[in-house]
């Protein structure tokens, strides 16, 4: 007996990107994968090797259908570089992929943005599925065509868009991610709520008691916050652009962190330290700050003296230096663009028929740093 599976569609542009979705259909979502897949030769099949268990599933339907090559990798922010896509590209082509083939990435947003990078260049553009297991792949990361590795200087500075062919998730898999990692990797879904649906707060925080159970309407608030957005501006360099809420300074504790501080705790220290520079520099009202520490708090994040105190403050200012939002517009050598608010649910505006980023001092960044290290959700 087939087991249901929902499916809704994406828009990127001018192109739509079938995503399908259930609990418990493992065995029938790799047939649909089979099935939309048509003529493929072949897949590499790109796994984190922390979820083989759901990746043994996915790989034995598949196999009944297509040839299989499976690669594992370790989904740690030192192997999101360059080296590692090589070494996916190499392995591709001396195990006889063609043009006919496709790339499949199981994992969280790690593994789909080495495996959708290498994707995007194998063959000067291959189709990609993704088969996100977190809740930052699921519910965020997918719903984007953004592929993208990490330099030296920092997060995501190398990369390209891609168009999958196909999003498929069994949400099962996301209920087996221990209980902390699921609640960080939902500072996302606050992100989306903060930024762009605040009518969706209820429905989040009911979600939030019980997110393994919650796992269907998580997803709605993903989509129906991100989809209207990306569907207008499919390369976010315009009105997508909100969604980089909490990343510059997320994407730089994380960096600096090593990965220790994973994406979704990351970007919820990096909330945070924007509500604080909204409220510094643009008088961010204290109804808005508070309800920026009153969703956090709900996210379980360990305590900020901890987490940030020991981070090299000098790296951060390096990091936040390099941010890949440079050049969007006008921004000093000393400044760093951000995403800020005037209130929850409304993006301060940029320069003038410019994207919604506001320059803000490296040093400014780096003082409400300061005050989120020390004080972070004392008033909640």
């Known amino acids: 007996m087939r087991c249901p599976y929902e499916e809704l569609g994406l828009a990127f542009g001018d192109a739509t990107v079938p995503y399908l979705y259930g609990t418990g259909c493992t065995p029938a979502l790799a047939r649909a994968v089979a099935d939309r897949l048509g003529d493929a030769d072949a897949v590499l099949f790109v796994a984190d090797d922390g979820v083989r268990g759901h990746a043994d599933a996915v790989v034995a339907a598949l196999a009944r259908r297509v040839r299989v090559e499976r690669v594992d990798v370790e989904a740690a922010e030192r192997h999101k570089t360059l080296p590692t896509v090589q070494h996916l590209l190499e392995t591709a082509v001396a195990r006889g992929l063609t043009r006919r083939s496709a790339v499949a990435a199981m994992g969280g947003g790690t593994v789909g943005n080495i495996a959708g990078l290498a994707a995007a260049l194998l063959f ?61 990797g939902l500072a996302e879904m606050v992100k989306n709520v903060l930024v762009a649906a605040p009518g969706l707060e209820p429905k989040l925080v009911a979600a939030l008691e019980d997110p393994r159970a919650a796992l269907p309407a998580l997803l709605e608030i993903g989509v129906a916050a991100k989809a209207p957005f990306v569907a207008a501006d499919p390369r976010e360099r315009g009105g997508a652009l909100i969604f980089e809420y909490g990343h510059t300074a997320g994407h730089a504790i994380e960096f600096v962190s090593g990965g220790e501080i994973r994406h979704g705790e990351a970007v919820a220290w990096g909330m945070l330290v924007a509500a604080e520079v909204a409220r510094r520099r ?33 790296a951060i200012r390096a990091a936040l230096a390099a941010d890949n939002k440079r050049g969007y517009g006008p921004c000093a050598p000393g400044d760093v663009l951000m995403v800020l608010l005037d209130t929850v649910g409304r993006a301060l505006p940029g320069a003038p028929g410019g994207p919604p980023l506001v320059p803000v001092p490296v040093e400014a960044v780096m003082e409400a740093f300061e005050t989120v290290a020390l004080n972070a959700l004392e008033a909640v």
């Not at 993704?130 to 930052?136: D, E, S």
């Not at 987490?307 to 403050?313: A, F, T, V």
């Open 282 to 314: 643009h008088g961010l009202a204290a109804d808005d700050v508070a309800a920026h520490n009153r969703l956090v708090a709900r996210l379980d994040l360990p305590g900020a003296a901890a987490r940030l105190g020991g981070l090299d403050r000098a």
């Open 124 to 184: 000067r553009g291959t189709r990609l599925v993704h088969l996100p297991t977190t809740p930052v792949a699921a519910f965020d990361a997918t719903v984007s065509l953004k592929q993208g590795v990490n330099l030296s200087a920092g997060k995501n500075l190398a990369g390209t868009y891609l168009v999958p062919a196909l999003i498929a998730c069994d949400l099962a898999w996301l209920s087996t991610v221990p209980r902390h990692d699921l609640l960080t």
